[in-house]
């Protein structure tokens, strides 16, 4: 059974920074490709970021390219995203999730997903 678990959401100052973790367990995830969504309150769920497990390419949404790196340990089977210069409309539910192969931004092309962790920045 696979297992996504999300930490290191919290509350942090506009321009501040937090990196967040999803530990991943129950397969091998080197043909997965591994994402992070968000979604703020009243809005729908959003891409943020993905990764191909195996090859370590990345994609980012345009609002967050520069700030945001996403990467992954493979020895943990754990993948990061660190977030920098961090910004009100960041704030939102960071959700982990994980596809087989290929990378998508579609939310509902993952088929396994975390419990969330919050985010909040204020201004």
């Known amino acids: 059974q696979v297992q996504l678990v999300e930490s290191g959401g919290g509350l942090v100052q506009a321009g501040g920074s937090l990196r967040l973790s999803c530990a991943a367990s129950?397969?091998?995830?080197?043909?997965?490709?591994m994402g992070w969504f968000r979604q703020a309150p009243g809005k729908e769920r959003e891409f943020v970021a993905a990764i191909r497990w195996s090859r370590g390419s990345t994609y980012y949404v345009d609002s967050v390219k520069g700030r945001f790196t996403i990467s992954r340990d493979n020895a943990k089977n754990t993948m990061y995203l660190q977030m920098n210069s961090l910004k009100p409309e960041d704030t939102a539910v960071y959700y982990c999730?994980?596809?087989?192969?290929?990378?998508?931004?579609?939310?509902?092309?993952?088929?396994?997903w975390g419990q969330g962790t919050q985010v909040t920045v204020s201004s």
């Open positions: 129950g397969r091998t995830f080197s043909s997965y490709t």
């Open positions: 999730a994980a596809k087989r192969k290929d990378y998508s931004d579609y939310a509902s092309s993952y088929d396994y």
